[in-house]
């Protein structure tokens, strides 16, 4: 009778539902991955399915130039590259995220999901922009959905961090950490794509006219504005310490040159 007490005590223990329990990091990380890799593979073939000129359309519109029947479908493929580049993004800043972290919980395991949610949405977002590509109100709304999808599967990537944090001593990296060498840099790493996809949202909201090819621009130029930001912390991060270590040692001057002075003289 004990035993059969003790077993159905450890039943209900596992099926209870607590969110600070420890998760897989393993089948998280291989989890997104697939998502990841499926998003990557459906953008693909959505630009190789449907943005591929015609050969007698080629040799009657274009008298047998490749290359001017390809410049018509320059929206569409401006609106592919913006996609991918914002997908192979997202995915690098997963990865350096589930690089610091040392345990998954299911509460992070749950924002994963939310932002894998998101992060499949991208392909819906690259039909509507490469569809409505065109001056007019339309426009705009294919790229506030674009900014939306966007803002929020990067936005639940800062809630695992921020998650992780609150318990940083159990689930992340020592680096990582309030105070870590890359506690800054992962924060701006973190927090560059849900300010810069919140503020193309609020650009179209107060200008009228906001062209999809400025928008998959600046998808395209943020990887550099990645590496900017990489040079500007470290260079922030060395003028911090060198500051820090000028003060410190005005401060070891100034109590040697105390202790080499006579009692006499400090009286005086």
């Known amino acids: 009778g004990q035993r059969v007490e003790e077993e159905e005590h450890h039943s209900l223990e596992t099926f209870t539902f607590y969110l600070s329990e420890p998760l897989s990091k393993e089948r998280v990380e291989a989890f997104s991955d697939g998502v990841y890799a499926i998003v990557a593979t459906l953008l693909i073939l959505d630009i190789c399915e449907d943005n591929v000129p015609d050969p007698r359309e080629v040799e009657e519109k274009f008298h047998g130039s490749l290359l001017e029947a390809l410049s018509e479908y320059g929206p569409n493929y ?68 674009s900014c939306v999808i966007t803002f929020f599967a990067s936005i639940f990537q800062f809630a695992i961090w921020t998650t992780a944090l609150l318990n940083e001593e159990e689930t992340l990296h020592a680096l990582a950490r309030y105070g870590g060498k890359e506690h800054a840099f992962m924060f701006a790493k973190l927090a560059l794509y849900p300010c810069v996809s919140l503020g193309a949202f609020f650009l179209t909201c107060l200008l009228s006219e906001f062209s999809t ?26 003028a911090m310490k060198s500051v820090m270590s000028l003060s410190r040692r005005k401060v070891v001057l ?15």
């Open 78 to 145: 401006l609106a592919y590259f913006g996609s991918f580049v914002t997908i192979g993004l997202l995915w690098f800043v997963h990865h350096s995220l589930f690089l610091y972290v040392t345990k998954a919980t299911r509460l992070m395991g749950l924002l994963n999901i939310l932002s894998l949610a998101f992060i499949g949405g991208l392909p819906l977002a690259y039909q509507l922009t490469s569809e409505f590509a065109e001056k007019s109100h339309n426009e705009i709304e294919a790229i506030q959905v």
């Open 213 to 238: 090819a400025i928008f998959h621009l600046v998808q395209i130029v943020i990887p550099f504005a990645f590496l900017a930001l990489r040079i500007f912390v470290r260079i922030a991060l060395t």
């Open 254 to 268: 100034l109590e040697e040159e105390e202790a080499c002075l006579s009692p006499t003289d400090t009286l005086s």
